[in-house]
């Protein structure tokens, strides 16, 4: 499926799906307060919001570029036949 924009920057794979995650997270986030704003008639972009939703976004960057480096989980038995369900531009290792 090709997408309406296409934004090209100069990072590894590794870069990119930082950047893939942190920008699901927050359209996740914005989407779900537009929707509890309009069911529960509360303010839409609240300080709160802003708060918890920076934190999330800080937490993702911190696991992927502190966590993840510093721990990876793998199999025994046979590391070099990776059977996967995720698509190869998120199999990391």
Same mark, same amino acid.
């Given at each position: +499926?090709?997408?309406?924009?296409? $934004?090209?920057?100069?990072?590894?794979?590794?870069?990119?799906?930082?950047?893939?995650?942190?920008?699901?997270? $927050?359209?996740?986030?914005?989407?779900?307060?537009?929707?509890?704003?309009? +069911?529960?008639?509360?303010?839409?972009? =609240?300080?709160?919001?802003?708060?918890?939703?920076?934190?999330? $976004?800080?937490?993702?960057?911190?696991?992927? $570029?502190?966590?993840?480096?510093?721990?990876?989980?793998?199999?025994? =038995?046979?590391?070099?036949?990776?059977?996967?369900?995720?698509?190869?531009?998120? #199999?990391? #290792?």
């Amino acid at each position: +499926m090709n997408s309406i924009f296409e $934004l090209k920057l100069d990072l590894d794979n590794y870069g990119i799906i930082v950047i893939n995650d942190f920008f699901r997270m $927050l359209t996740i986030q914005v989407f779900s307060q537009f929707m509890y704003s309009c +069911m529960n008639n509360v303010e839409f972009l =609240s300080s709160g919001f802003i708060e918890n939703t920076s934190y999330i $976004l800080m937490s993702i960057i911190f696991y992927w $570029l502190v966590f993840n480096k510093a721990l990876f989980v793998t199999n025994t =038995s046979n590391k070099d036949n990776y059977d996967s369900t995720l698509p190869q531009y998120l #199999r990391i #290792r």
